[in-house]
């Protein structure tokens, strides 16, 4: 239904789509809103690519938890004499890549990753707090036929960097925010306590951990996957996890606390297609009259 | 000077950068203009990631011409004993990488190479001929200390795929729309026949073919580094190269005609800090009222 309608562009690559004018105009309007409605943030606006050094990557600590998503890239370092090999090689169906080596790049696994070794390069973190604005593809190794679960996909993001009070108000003024664009978007939510899929037995135990702490939360609501709820925002307290992991420092050494909040522009856009199908004509009058003041007319 | 005006973000690796707002500012405005231009092209609007799938991109034989620009995605496909493994090895110091095996996803080497399998996927190919729009993360492997040879960079593109007219008409016209551009954008620039990098010596003799064929031409200008011009758009006719290696074809068997406009949106926003520094009270009067006109006050 979603490629027929021109929604999703299938791959030969499970988990690996392009887009259509129609869904772009609804995730272009999701990260237009999130700027609209977080005006009054005065957050920095930063922009990074989808790749982040090797080195900040291994400090995040991401691949110690989740090294079953990580995407690293690989290149090749040879000269002629190599390539003359390494064609040989393809030419004979055989495989090439094993002529690859890891570069000092790894793919960003979420959009705020690049947000903390940029800022602890600053030097000391203001005491009064600091948000930033990002907005990135980010890669997850998950390949599935969920297009909701895609190993390319965007998240707009704002990130809290500041004292642990600051961090709590930041994530409480952002899930109302939330609460309305999932209002605008005609989709019934629910905002609930959540768990990220922590690699093995370890990672079990960690799960345990945040969701005792509600560190995580998420906006979920029913979309695509028949199996139950999609989240499509999330809602993270990091503690002083991100500040330790990084470096971040208040002038007096002690580590700030940090938090973001992640709106998924492709699972929010999914959600609405599968909320009120691919025709526009019965989309909710709100929301048409949203995205046509925002974009113009719908195709 | 274009980092402490948080115009360019840099990290640990070379080529590899974060934006602030300003230059962002710059770059959406020409993908807004591209747009504007070419809107009686009449062009499908297509977004693709910055992944492409590995078969795909074996077909468009570009890692035959520039094996040293490819980036392939490598993956841990390893159980809980072997991450228990991985994580010995980094934590000792060692190369956690080399327990990475090859994906099924390449990294993007240029915006329009997902559309000829995509368009090849939907069958024939219309007599009439077809433009498409799309902008893209494109990567290359080429450290540089000069900003604008970055690792990760944007192309809006349009693609033409139809007849060898069509292709050569295409061209021509963008090559008219891109001079206007460049004018508003207040910067000298020339248009002239331009090679690419192919590697080795085989490589050495595509170069020669390529300019005297008048197939790549380029709108270059001074910009940042000092040795020389620089290519801030590219107007590129493949003849039927592309439908060769992707499988395009028309109705009656034959093969189309493909050709691609690029515009660099880093170079061509950098090139404009260049001429007109990074204070935007000194530009070209022309240049901030259209930027003010698409996106607001100017920060």
Not at 266 to 279: I, Y
């Amino acid at each position: 239904m979603l490629a027929s309608a021109g929604i999703l562009i299938p791959s030969t690559v499970a988990g690996l789509y392009g887009r259509g004018v129609l869904m772009e105009r609804v995730a272009e309007f999701v990260s237009h809103w999130v700027n609209e409605a977080g005006v009054s943030d005065g957050a920095e606006f930063l922009r990074f690519p989808p790749l982040m050094p090797r080195r900040s990557f291994e400090d995040s600590g991401y691949f110690r938890n989740f090294p079953n998503l990580v995407g690293t890239v690989h290149c090749f370092c040879g000269d002629e004499e190599d390539h003359r090999l390494l064609m040989r090689t393809h030419d004979a169906g055989g495989d090439w890549t094993s002529q690859q080596s890891a570069s000092d790049l790894v793919m960003v696994p979420a959009a705020c990753y690049p947000v903390y070794p940029a800022v602890a390069a600053r030097g000391p973190v203001a005491a009064a707090g600091q948000i930033f604005d990002v907005c990135s593809y980010c890669f997850r190794r998950e390949p599935s036929q969920d297009p909701n679960r895609q190993q390319m996909f965007r998240q707009h993001e704002r990130v809290y960097i500041g004292n642990p009070e600051g961090a709590r108000a930041f994530r409480a003024t952002w899930v109302d925010r939330a609460k309305e664009l999932a209002s605008l978007l005609g989709l019934p939510f629910q905002v609930v306590p959540a768990n990220d899929p922590f690699f093995g037995r370890t990672g079990r135990i960690m799960i345990r951990g945040q969701i005792e702490q509600a560190l995580k939360l998420e906006l979920v609501t029913p979309s695509v996957a028949e199996s139950g709820e999609t989240a499509c925002v999330s809602f993270n307290l990091h503690l002083d996890k991100m500040a330790q992991a990084f470096g971040l420092e208040f002038e007096d050494r002690t580590q700030p606390h940090t938090a973001c909040v992640g709106f998924g522009l492709e699972r929010l856009a999914l959600a609405v297609f599968w909320h009120h199908g691919t025709d526009v004509g019965g989309w909710p009058r709100a929301l048409v009259d949203a995205l046509v003041s925002h974009g113009g007319r719908l195709p």
